[in-house]
DNA sequence: GGCCACATTGTTAGCGCTCACATTTCGTGG
DNA sequence: CCACGAAATGTGAGCGCTAACAATGTGGCC
């Protein structure tokens, strides 16, 4: 590597000491066949000994294409998208492709527009937006851009609609989730089970509340009104307190994990023991809830699994096919000690 | 907005609309003066009338400045270091900046020079490296490239031998942290305070750990030996367990708040009471440690003001500003009922 | 009224790359 | 031993923008 470039090098340069032609450097480059391999090694030396690197702005701008992938991603670091962020970004990275990053702090029309146009003006190749937010990830959907576009944890289009099939999603199955914790807390022996339930705008939480109601109904348990969170440990306290001094209510499946912290944080108070007195499961498994006293059943989302349907989803639209491709992924129990039977 | 283009809008089908030179869009789009109100309006209409949006790539091929941020950040989703991510990720949006991430899964030095080099190549104006690792962060300082770099999180140049003066850096000061913990349980009392680390390779976790033992030996106490831990609730949990079963243990101050919630864990299953038998004061001050139990004293950092130090440094630098200039963040503690008078 | 300074606008040449095509080189069979 | 097609390489244009400079227009002043 040189150190006093005047500017660096360009393909130029590094084809006039191979001795061959900048198209040559850039089939080398682009592993094109039809390059005799002693000229191929030339030009890889040649690269080296310059330190030469490729240049993507002027890449972009002959091809029309940035090998970037746009995310939006919430301003907030709530374990869910903050997990599908990292694992997407890693995917992306992995894949080849840059990532650029815009993040909003409400989930607003205008706020995520914005941030989608800031992606657009780089000419992203794609965008992934984690927006699981029921009116945004709509507004989203009929961008006028021919950019690919998946929404990661949005809606997905169960009513087979398809009105805006313009967009792909890859999700978890967030009703099959809140399924799995209310069938447990009944398996368990529980005539019921009261909810703390995310924002219902949000489809994780209207899913999982959705779940829920649908196990209760089907086995035709009593639907109890469920306490509305907001995802904070804060709210769920507020919701324990709630549902701490109602003597009937012995089973409560909460939302997310850092609710049913809080949750479990009142019931303590209250001198309610789990899982004794009151059963609990949460939603998310962070690493922490291993540890919350007791240890917490929760249920676990595979954010790794979702983030690479994401990237093939966007790499299979940038081949070319047009037809948007929606993927689901299942989560599973964590049994924990938060649960006992009756 | 038109319907059906072949293709983008260029500066060119703006000005052929206006009825002036593309230059003249571009005076314009950069805002030059020198241009007539009127002409200026037409432009402005015109751009909004073709829905163009100017070329990034073309942009940064002409100026060789691509008025993008990379940002190096760990896969993992501890809490530190993904707060410092959002918060840098806005602050360098606001400031019009896009943000390019490449995520390290480990921070092993070729790792971070992967990554570093995918930033590189994508010819970001500078770099931001959360790699709040000892070897890792000393690997970046002496890359060669006349790319601005700062560490954010990284090697505070205490000493002023400022040898690496290459990069800058912005940190939160961790040593007074400690401090701050360690003096609170002191003034509660105790006779002496005992410590469970994180990774002594992390800056964080030294300074944290450093701030302790001088607290201890400039009141003349005795320094425990540090149980060493791994950020994590498990590793938490395991020196609970270990410190929890020693009767003279009655104070602890656990390097961040997930491993003090392990703490709080073990203790409770040997039966020992916090605060009445043992005080324990974590760090972060995670959103949930409101609601452990009991709800932990913490020391707070503000990440917020680490990243708006990070971009303004960011920005000196590119403005010419060749010294380069660290910055310190002071932290907090925040009282909760995890530590009581003796 | 003519000239000059300044405000406003236009023209040209790249930035570093890829694409489409032109050209050269080489091995092979008749 | 030469023609011929495939393999290997080179050439020129252009992607959309900015920077430097050139060319207009405009008003004020003597």
Redesign the pocket.
């Known amino acids: 590597m040189d150190v006093t470039t005047g ?9 006039k000491l191979a ?9 080398v ?2 592993g ?9 090694l030339r030009v890889r030396t040649a690269i080296a000994e310059l330190g ?4 993507r ?3 972009a ?4 294409q940035s090998r970037t992938l746009g995310v939006v991603a919430p301003r907030s670091t709530l374990y869910g998208p903050a997990s599908l962020l990292a694992a997407f970004e890693e995917t992306a990275g992995a894949a080849g492709f840059a990532v650029s990053v815009s993040r909003v702090r409400t989930f607003e029309t205008a706020a995520v527009q914005l941030a989608v146009t800031a992606l657009l003006d780089q000419r992203v190749s794609a965008i992934a937006a984690i927006v699981p937010v029921r009116g945004a990830a709509e507004a989203l959907a009929d961008l006028p851009s021919g950019t690919p576009l998946v929404t990661i944890d949005g809606p997905l289009s169960t009513a087979a609609t398809t009105a805006t099939a313009a967009a792909s999603t890859v999700a978890v199955d967030q009703r099959q989730g809140g399924r799995l914790a209310t069938r447990h807390l009944l398996d368990a022996g529980h005539s019921t089970v009261w909810h703390v339930s995310g924002p219902q705008d949000w489809f994780d939480a209207a899913g999982r509340t959705e779940g829920w109601a649908a196990v209760l109904r089907e086995e035709g348990r009593t639907v109890p009104p469920p306490v509305p969170g907001d995802w904070t440990a804060a709210s769920g306290y507020r919701a324990g307190q709630l549902l701490g001094r109602m003597p009937e209510v012995d089973a409560i499946f909460v939302a997310n994990d850092a609710m049913a912290l809080g949750v479990l944080h009142a019931l303590h108070e209250l001198g309610r023991r789990v899982p004794e007195d009151v059963s609990v499961v949460g939603f998310d498994d962070v690493p922490e809830s291993a540890h919350y006293i007791p240890p917490l059943t929760t249920v676990r989302q595979d954010f790794e699994a979702v983030a690479t349907g994401a990237v093939g989803v966007l790499l299979e639209q940038l081949e070319g096919s047009d037809r948007p491709a929606d993927q689901v992924v299942t989560p599973t129990l964590v049994e924990r000690s938060s649960v006992a039977r009756r």
């Open positions: 500017r660096e090098p360009s393909m130029f340069d590094v084809a001795g061959v032609s900048h198209q040559t450097v850039s089939r480059l682009n094109h066949t039809n390059v005799k391999e002693a000229t191929r030469y690197r490729p240049n702005a002027a890449r701008l002959a091809t029309g």
